[in-house]
């Protein structure tokens, strides 16, 4: 049995918290925002009427941009990574890793923009800092129609299934 998404809702106190603990030890933090995401996949494949495959499979994803200001710049770093389900039961220890090394990546960025406006002063000013504006976050399901839902079916039903459709497919000539 595939795990249900439930965690994303469970998960958010504990992502606002790291972020909270993680700032605070953390001066050049100016910003960050962290991405949650989870698909569950099902499906079957069949060649002439003969089951090839069948999977039942759940997929998490987190990503964190940080925003650091150094030296009068101000730069963006990203980090991301698949995450297994003992990874989403850890999500706070994932969370801070991911945050450090976006932080990093953002630092790194700022040195080298101020580095390269000091160097090269006549592109200086073509130099500029990452910005943003504050928006509220966005939550959004897509829920696509279906006349049945494909999870009230067994994954030996949706086999059956995929052979019976490769079955009839076999028998178009052309």
Known sequence: MVFSLDFVENAKDKISSSINSFSKKNKDLFYADVRLEGSIFRGA?????????????????IG????AKKD???????AG????KNQVDAISKELGSLLALSLKRAKASSQQKAKFKKKHRGF???????????????????NYPFKKNPFD??????????????????????
């Open 124 to 142: 200086a000013e073509k130099i500029g800092s990452a910005a943003f504006l504050q928006e509220q976050s966005h939550n959004e399901t897509v």
């Open 45 to 61: 494949s069949a060649l002439n009427g003969n089951q090839k495959a069948a999977t039942e499979d759940t997929d998490v994803s």
């Open 72 to 78: 009068g710049a101000t730069s963006v770093g990203f």
């Open 81 to 84: 990574k698949a995450i297994g």
């Open 64 to 67: 964190v941009r940080s925003f």
């Open 153 to 174: 079916l067994s994954l030996e039903e949706i086999v059956s299934k995929a052979e019976k459709v490769s079955q009839n497919v076999s028998k178009i000539s052309g």
